[in-house]
């Protein structure tokens, strides 16, 4: 009996023990930092895989710069959906500080969450329209993470040895015309074919194709698509031609064709000389091919029949958005901490050389961007050679649920393209 | 009494409050939920029946659930055929016994996404190589089509379930008093007769527990199909839980997507339920 009662005191004055020792070193810490101002914690839940180590290192030199501020990065991305992860992010309460956000309808899912940014350094300088997608009354919800852009990347290796010049195609009849050279001469190129089209995925075809088709349509403005009440399919027949182009001269069967089997295993080892991707797939080709990303990659303009043909889509993935639901120092400190990233001389170092983004700011020295895709998309950026990205406007879901399912059954044969329009219009009328 | 009806209930309450915070509350908000236009923020305001009315008149939740009941049928026969029939082959008297009951049951300890991505390679790859290799164009273009894709499905789930039900089989397979058999054999009953009405009655009660459990595992099926098929080509491979999941997660229709999963749990429970109680019946009349 004595025993039971002695092993029970040692647990309870162990468990004192504990919360004693729990107190006093909270009291320590606070004391330390009590000088250098109020300790703020930043929760940044961001959806960038592919720069979340550097975007960490910053994260650190910047709490070195500035001892109050602790920034907890975590990132939900790639193949998972951020959406779905912010969202029940916010329904358990954790509510993060900084988050990001996609467009218009992401702006108004938010609205209430979401604080105004105007006063800031860094929408100051964001380039023109880069915020058109985010201000509401006058209010700007958002700011632009970077720019980016996609469209035909080719090798230029093979068109070199097949005597293509790239500079000469600049609409629909002399891509056509390089598609068909390059296909007859196939097996001296060592190509499988011409294209590797991803059915599978649905955003290649349903959100990023199909933008190139329809922001004419929409004046290149997101918030005009967000608002239509209808969808015409203007360009439907060019659509039309350009994808049965690549479904013709791709490697078979699309409907399968994944992103990592076009990117990786058929364009970074060189079996196909074209495919529609954007200037995020440099990283994966390097590390498969770091000689052939750095030298032998370029990216073609989508001609749009009957609009322009030698044009790109370039537009903002991302916004960063700060809640406003956060104490007023926690939204202070996250405007500054932004402000810093995309305007001090540190933060435009890190941006350009370390994310190896193309900054969607003003005062940045362009000749810094490494990689060649981004180069080419800040060049026609610069240019004015671009469309925009409205496929953020479409109703949720519409792109790669309706129009991308579509062609997928329009790849199989399963529908006309007539088919493809109608059952799409309907739904995008219905939604809106 | 009184006083052991407190410890009871005492005894109980861990267990008690657990489930009701996993899984009673978040069933009755669920319900809930779906009588409201929830978008996953904020709830706006109760619709009634709306999405049960428009639910019924939901092409693509009527096909992925027609698509379901064919794959759980084709499934929980192959699986169960399969099944019994490893469990007949290492109960026999081979030397290997040991050794095959492990690499059949191999499968079923490896994740789901994982299986579907390696039979994604095996069917998109492997499948094409081999078929190019001898000459067969059929087994070219797995997946692509809605039929490879149901068969691919069916495929991944029986080599990965088989294993499983086979240890249940063998567990009901063992407990067959030798003697029984020995009797029939005597009486001149062939292998296949001292099967058919020896065995087979006896491992009856395994039936009622490996269907319960294919039946419920197959209707349920996610992960696999995600990273298998992803619902692809059009839709058309693309079973109830995902099909609820991209209305909730894809459209952000959480109010809508959470009606759908209201049907599924009914439906699912009065299968199960049937199930089990007509199987249980025909136990006890034998």
Request: charged share 20%.
């Amino acid at each position: 009996m004595k025993s039971k009662w002695r092993a029970g005191l040692f647990a309870v004055s162990l468990g004192l023990a504990g919360i004693l020792t729990g107190c006093s070193s909270d009291e320590w810490s606070t004391s330390e930092s009590k000088p250098k101002g109020e300790q703020v914690s930043l929760d940044i839940f961001q959806f960038k895989v592919e720069f979340k180590d550097q975007f960490e290192e910053v994260a650190k030199a910047y709490e070195k710069e500035h001892e109050n501020v602790k920034i907890n990065i975590t990132t939900v991305g790639g193949g998972e959906d951020y959406g779905a992860a912010l969202r029940s992010k916010f329904a358990s309460g954790n509510e993060p500080a900084i988050y990001n956000i996609g467009g218009p309808q992401d702006v108004e899912d938010w609205k209430d969450k979401l604080a105004d940014l105007s006063d800031t350094a860094a929408a100051d300088v964001a380039l023109e329209g880069t915020l058109d997608g985010v201000t509401v009354d006058g209010e700007v919800l958002g700011l632009p993470y970077n720019q980016e852009g996609y469209g035909f990347i080719y090798n230029k290796n093979v068109f070199a040895e097949a005597g293509i010049d790239p500079a000469s195609i600049v609409d629909y009849a002399s891509l056509e015309t390089a598609v068909k050279e390059l296909d007859s001469k196939k097996g001296e190129l060592g190509l499988e074919a011409v294209f590797a089209l991803p059915g599978k995925e649905k955003w290649v075809t349903g959100l990023h194709l199909s933008n190139t088709f329809l922001a004419p349509e929409f004046d290149n403005n997101v918030l005009k698509a967000f608002s239509a009440k209808e969808v015409e399919f203007q360009y439907g027949e060019a659509f039309k031609k350009i994808l049965d182009l690549q479904n013709d001269y791709s490697v078979q069967p699309t409907v399968s064709l994944d992103y990592s089997q076009q990117v990786e295993e058929l364009f970074s080892l060189q079996k196909v000389a074209i495919i529609q991707q954007g200037n995020w797939v440099y990283g994966s080709i390097a590390s498969i091919d770091e000689e052939f990303a750095q030298n032998g990659i370029g990216i073609l303009p989508i001609p749009v029949e009957g609009y322009e043909g030698d044009r790109i889509p370039v537009g903002i993935p991302m916004y960063w958005g700060v809640n406003s639901n956060a104490d007023e120092a926690v939204v202070k400190e996250a405007k500054e901490f932004l402000d810093w990233l995309y305007t001090s001389e540190t933060g435009k170092e890190t941006v350009v050389s370390d994310f190896n983004f193309i900054p969607a700011y003003e005062g940045y020295d362009s000749t810094k961007i490494a990689d060649p895709l981004s180069k080419d998309v800040y060049e026609y950026s610069e240019k004015g050679k671009t469309i925009g990205w409205t496929f953020m406007g479409y109703p949720t879901g519409w792109g790669e649920n309706e129009l991308g399912v579509e062609i997928q059954r329009y790849l199989s044969d399963e529908a006309s393209w007539d088919d493809v329009i109608n059952t799409t219009k309907k739904v995008w009328g219905s939604s809106r | 009494m009184r006083k052991q009806d407190l410890t009871y209930w005492l005894f109980l309450m861990p267990v008690l409050a657990a489930l009701v915070l996993v899984v009673i509350a978040p069933l009755l908000l669920g319900v809930y939920y779906s009588f409201t236009d929830w978008n996953g923020i904020q709830t706006k305001g109760f619709v009634g029946f709306d999405h049960y009315k428009a639910l019924f008149q939901d092409k693509r939740f009527l096909d992925s659930l027609w698509f379901t009941i064919k794959f759980s049928i084709v499934s929980i026969i192959l699986i169960n055929l399969i099944g019994l029939s490893l469990a007949l082959l290492v109960t026999a008297k081979l030397k290997t016994n040991k050794a095959l009951r492990t690499i059949f049951f191999m499968p079923n300890l490896i994740g789901g996404l994982i299986l579907g991505f390696i039979w994604q390679f095996i069917f998109t790859k492997a499948f094409a190589g081999f078929g190019s290799l001898v000459g067969i164009e059929s087994l070219k273009g797995w997946l692509s089509t809605p039929n490879t894709g149901f068969w691919g499905l069916v495929i991944l789930m029986s080599w990965q379930m088989s294993g499983y039900i086979m240890v249940i089989y063998i567990a009901y397979l063992e407990g067959v008093s030798s003697e029984l058999i020995e009797a029939a054999e005597i009486d001149g009953a062939n292998a296949f007769q001292r099967f058919r009405h020896i065995v087979f009655p006896l491992v009856a009660p395994a039936f009622t527990v490996s269907m319960f459990l294919t039946l419920s595992n197959t209707f349920k099926l996610y992960d696999q199909n995600l990273s298998l098929t992803g619902g692809g080509p059009y839709n058309s491979t693309q079973m109830v839980a995902m099909e609820i999941f991209n209305t909730a997660f894809g459209r952000y229709e959480m109010a809508y997507g959470q009606a759908k999963a209201v049907i599924f749990f009914i439906i699912v429970a009065v299968i199960a339920l049937l199930q089990v109680y007509l199987s249980k019946k025909r136990e006890v009349e034998m």
